[in-house]
């Protein structure tokens, strides 16, 4: 099991080497040669993860817990019976949506916000940790140029800058009327305006990203932000006009149709 954690991490974690520049913000290269896994550079020192948490994360977040914090571990499961409020004929969903294999790559559902925070917790100490174990690598300076870092939720503001991603679009993108750019939203919906959907939810990085270099920050699952109770971009379950970037969803409990994706701070 260790060796199967520390060879995840050395893929999960591992920089690239030579990201695009910005095609939007022409900046320097260094914000993206530096930027954690994962992420794209989106303003200042914060940077924001590609795609929403799928449970592949998640799974080796609680797979981890399992071995090392037990006592942890039931808490953080993700609630499977989500499913059932959505519905009826999404019983199969119960049983194999986060643990099957085939789901791997699927946005993680049925998580609370503190459950969202407790990973971007874990996340930060695992990249430490891992930061550490580098050769020839023993500081977090070396690698991130920065003297700390940290996982958290987005904040409402950046949330929608990086969704717009530079663009004064509703949706973040110039045209939605193509199949690699029509979100995945209400499938009633989508089926009238003649596109064919998943009944639910598609992998993490289906169809194309933004300019920022971001997937399905609109549709999907809504993702949470740091203001408890809010999440934003709508899912699979919502009409268009909900996904819409100014848009805010309101929540209490975990769903079917509420996942996240962190940004990472730099401290410079």
């Known amino acids: 099991m260790k060796n199967i954690l520390i060879s995840f991490l050395a893929i999960l974690f591992i920089f690239s080497c030579k ?3 910005d095609v939007v913000r022409k900046v320097n290269k260094e914000h993206f040669n ?3 896994p994962g992420t794209v ?9 590609k ?5 592949l994360d998640y799974l080796e977040y609680t797979n981890w817990l399992k071995v090392y914090e037990p006592i942890n571990y039931e808490k953080a499961l993700p609630d499977s019976l989500v499913w059932r409020d959505s519905l009826s004929s999404n019983e199969p969903y119960v049983r194999y949506y986060f643990t099957h294999p085939a789901y791997r790559n699927f946005p993680l559902v049925g998580v609370s916000y503190e459950q969202a925070l407790a990973y971007c917790k874990w996340r930060t100490d695992r990249v430490k940790e891992f930061i550490k174990l580098r050769k020839h690598s023993n500081t977090i300076e070396k690698i991130f140029h920065a003297k700390d870092f940290y996982y958290r939720l987005p904040s409402q503001a950046e949330w929608e800058y990086a969704a717009s991603a530079g663009l004064n679009s509703i949706y973040g993108f110039e045209s939605m009327h193509t ?3 029509w979100p995945n939203f209400n499938v009633k919906e989508t089926a009238l305006l003649g596109y064919a959907n998943n009944d639910v939810t598609v992998p993490c990085f289906y169809a ?18 740091q203001d408890k109770g809010v999440c934003k971009g709508g899912s699979w379950f919502h009409s268009i006009e909900s996904c819409e ?6 929540y209490v409990k975990p769903t079917a149709w509420i996942g996240f994706r962190c940004v990472c701070v730099v401290v410079k």
Do not use: H, Q
């Open 179 to 181: 199949k690699n750019n």
């Open 51 to 55: 795609c929403e948490i799928r449970n």
């Open 19 to 21: 990201a695009p520049c």
């Open 41 to 49: 550079w989106i303003k200042d020192s914060i940077y924001i993860d």
């Open 245 to 250: 970037i100014k848009s805010a969803l309101k």
């Open 208 to 225: 194309k990203p933004n300019k920022f270099g971001l997937y399905n920050t609109i549709g999907n699952v809504a993702e949470m932000i």
């Open 34 to 36: 530096s930027a954690p």
